[in-house]
């Protein structure tokens, strides 16, 4: 396996546990407040969340990426 491959790998694999870890505590939240089972919702809403977002990353990476280098392009452009 090359490096920027290892590279994208533990990127996506971070950047989606972040982002899963963040986002399920935040929707658990507003959705029950702070119940008494808050913490066991969120590990739920947490481990169905971090596969697919993984799988999002791994995949729309690459397009995000580009369409950044679009849009900072035309923005160094002006």
């Not at 290892?6 to 989606?16: A, D, G, I, K, N």
């Not at 972040?18 to 739920?44: C, E, K």
């Amino acid at each position: 396996m090359s490096d920027a491959m290892r590279l994208r790998l533990v990127f996506s694999l971070l950047m989606s546990f972040v982002m899963s870890l963040l986002m399920s505590a935040w929707v658990t939240w507003l959705n029950i407040g702070l119940h008494p089972d808050f913490m066991l919702r969120w590990r739920h809403a947490f481990l169905a969340a971090w596969p697919v977002a993984f799988t999002v990353v791994i995949l729309c990476a690459p397009t995000v990426q580009g369409l950044s280098r679009k849009l900072i392009g035309k923005l160094i452009d002006k």
